[in-house]
């Protein structure tokens, strides 16, 4: 035993050899240390004395008795003890059968380490785990009340803008020759508000899915797209002149679903703040920004404010022209998203009176 003793003395980590009775046979420095006591306030005392928790001491017990029985080592545990005067420890013990070659005694050697800082730790962020589930529980009820809410309201919405699309579209078709040049203008401009209406609900629809559908990329034919779009906007450029450009639009990888909403909302844009031009002009094109595939809808409507370039994507924000024309801005915010889920950036360029020009990457 004294080669052991002194082997045991040197170590680093915190060792205990106990008798077949349980009672201190050594403990090495380290050991002290842990349990904050004096070098020989151990020796000879039995493990009831050290530990004063009697949860603690019927683990310790438990283990030691095995190892006794079995003649075998123990595998490590944590036991809770209680150590004099009160402190409270968490231990990491080991225990293993040593005999002494003096007189074939069976001792236990004991492995210690205090695990205390990490188990409190370890509790720490468990509770903070705790609290961010149930948060996050909360966030996704949020979401999922506000997106039936939504719906909800577009919903019963559809139904009475689509009622005054259509007395404003008969009222223009069948009296029209009838009526005063002003109710004929107003008539026109019920039926385009009608129009914008309900493409702001399907914004607002699009809006509260967007960030929680999944994006399906593959090859997306965009001269293809922004074709399809504009035979779809066709009722948008009725009674005017409108001349669109779709230049050469390489293809890009991307969810075409999500993109059709990009040009649908671009070209609406487009269409929309040149109204009060008598020659519209849009175009749609494509180019390398440092090195960078960028795409484009430019016209020459009403065009920004100095200070419109950067807040124009923001749902609280109106759209670009003259106060007449703003709307609420959740068709670009819906833009600026779908963008961003691909890895792009959008940003808008214009001076007033002068036109605007929306660009935008898709990524990589």
């Not at 170590?11 to 403990?27: G, I, M, P, Q």
């Not at 003096?102 to 236990?108: G, M, R, S, V, Y």
């Not at 078709?173 to 039926?191: K, Q």
């Not at 922004?226 to 906007?233: D, F, K, P, V, Y």
Request: a negative charge; glycine letters at 6%; proline letters at 4%.
């Amino acid at each position: 035993m004294l080669n052991a003793e002194s082997i045991l003395r040197g170590l680093a980590e915190a060792v205990l050899v106990l008798d077949e009775s349980l009672r201190t046979v050594f403990a090495n420095q380290a050991f002290y240390e842990v349990l904050q006591m004096e070098p020989g306030d151990l020796e000879g005392k039995s493990l009831k004395d050290v530990f004063v928790d009697e949860n603690g001491l019927s683990q310790l017990l438990t283990v030691f008795e095995a190892v006794l029985e079995d003649d075998s080592n123990a595998e490590r545990v944590e036991v809770e003890c209680v150590i004099p005067p009160d402190t409270r420890r968490v231990l990491s013990v080991r225990a293993r059968p040593l005999t002494n070659d003096e007189n074939q005694t069976k001792l236990i050697l004991v492995e210690l380490r205090d695990i205390t800082a990490a188990k409190e730790t370890e509790h720490k962020l468990e509770d903070l785990y705790d609290a961010l589930s149930r948060r996050t529980g909360d966030l996704e009820q949020i979401n999922a009340d506000l997106e039936s809410f939504t719906r909800w309201v577009s919903h019963d919405l559809r139904t009475p803008v689509r009622f005054i699309s259509t007395l404003a579209h008969r009222l223009v078709e069948h009296h029209g020759p009838e009526l005063p040049a002003g109710a004929n203008e107003s008539a026109h401009m019920i039926a385009d508000c009608a129009r914008d209406m309900r493409r702001l609900i399907e914004n607002l629809l699009a809006f509260a899915h967007v960030d929680r559908a999944p994006i399906r990329k593959r090859r997306v034919d965009l001269n293809r797209l922004a074709r399809e779009t504009l035979t779809e906007l066709e009722a948008d450029r009725e009674g005017r002149r409108v001349d669109v450009i779709i230049g050469e639009l390489p293809p890009c990888h991307a969810d075409r679903a999500l993109m059709k909403q990009v040009f649908m909302n671009l070209l609406a844009n487009a269409l929309k703040f040149t109204r009060p031009c008598e020659h519209a002009e849009i175009q749609v094109g494509f180019m390398h920004i440092d090195g960078t595939a960028t795409y484009f809808v430019q016209d020459n409507g009403v065009g920004l404010e100095t200070d419109q370039a950067s807040s124009i994507f923001s749902p609280v924000q109106g759209s670009h022209g003259a106060q007449p024309l703003q709307g609420t801005g959740v068709g670009l915010t819906l833009v600026k998203r779908i963008i961003e889920r691909h890895g792009g950036r959008i940003w808008a360029e214009g001076e007033p009176s002068k036109g605007a020009t929306f660009y935008f990457q898709v990524g990589k």
